[in-house]
């Protein structure tokens, strides 16, 4: 059985002007909040700025932003 981070979740969120849906593992949900409020941004700001320069799908695209900031 799965733990609790290796769970995946989905979560719709209006982004570029449309409804989408993007399925992470809880333990990215969790990184991705923590940057957001690092950052003094809402997640949806945070999303739509990952939207805006990803060239991969977007969960993948959020999970390279996350792998990114934890390294810098």
Do not use: C, P
């Not at 593992?25 to 969790?30: D, K, L, P, Q, T």
């Amino acid at each position: 059985m799965a733990n609790d981070d290796e769970i995946l979740k989905k979560h719709s969120v209006f982004i570029a002007g449309h409804q989408t849906s993007i399925t992470l593992e809880n333990i990215f949900w969790r990184a991705l909040k923590s940057i957001a409020r690092k950052e003094n941004k809402s997640l949806k700001t945070l999303i739509t700025e990952i939207d805006e320069t990803r060239t991969t799908n977007l969960s993948s695209a959020i999970r390279v932003f996350i792998l990114k900031k934890l390294k810098s």
